[in-house]
């Protein structure tokens, strides 16, 4: 997954260029205020930026709320270790943007940050936000928007990672709720999505082995669908999945 995050690190942040041009630099000026207040922390405290960018971050207007992802993404690419010691607060903001119920921008702003977040705190734990991470990215995985559905996939492969002893049966019980897009998404019709679907498996891997004495018919009956589905197009993860006794 370190390759794929890289790829979604290198992505710019790109200003949807359906704005007018006025709304646009409204996007940019306030883009570029979070940046400068970052540069000159002696007047203006990373924290006061936080509690800043929590207020636009509920806002009425989706376009202030996206503008606060993109405020939150800056902080996170520009100080990362300073952004670390506020982990909590960052986390709050970007759940609730992942969970917005009006714009598709913010969500993928957030998602988008996600990635980049986990990627930087490999090891640590989540907390509850385990949970709300994993239930709403869940749902965007059969999203009809190919670049919603691309960073779900990403963002859920990487949570295998977070999962530890305490979440592992929640989150064994949400990939088997998950084999069913898995198997659809390996061929998406977008091959990016098809492509990080294909990583998420591997990730996800563990968390659909079987023990025996737990196994029901329904568990034998969804395998024997995985394993019909990998013959077909994905015979090197079938190999992969009996060589590591996850089927």
Known sequence: ????????????????????????????????????????????????VFFILAER???????????AMRGVGTMVCENPDKVRKYKKIV??????????????????ESMKILTIILGKIQ???????????TLQTRTLLDDENDS????????FGQLPAFAGRKWKKFFTNQVKQTQ??????????????????????????PFLRQRKEHSFPSDDQRNR???????HCHPELLQYFYANKIL
């Not at 090891?123 to 991470?133: A, E, H, M, Q, R």
């Not at 659809?184 to 091959?191: A, K, S, T, V």
């Open 180 to 205: 069913d897009s898995l198997l659809i998404h390996l061929q998406d019709r977008n091959p990016q999505v098809a492509k990080a679907c294909k990583a998420t498996v591997r990730a996800c891997a």
């Open 123 to 133: 090891g640590k734990g989540l907390g509850s936000f385990f949970v709300d991470i």
């Open 1 to 48: 997954m370190d390759q794929m995050q890289r790829k979604v690190l290198g992505k710019p942040l790109s200003i949807p260029t359906g704005q007018p041009k006025r709304k646009r630099t409204s996007v940019i000026s306030f883009f570029s205020k979070v940046s400068w207040k970052l540069r000159f922390q002696k007047w203006e405290p990373l924290k006061n």
């Open 57 to 67: 971050a509920r806002d009425p207007s989706a376009k202030k709320r996206h503008m």
């Open 148 to 155: 919603l559905r691309y960073l779900a996939f990403v963002l």
């Open 225 to 231: 669908k995985l394993c019909r589905q990998l013959s």
């Open 91 to 108: 986390l709050d903001l970007l759940v609730h943007g992942l969970y917005d119920p009006m714009s598709s921008e913010v969500i993928h």
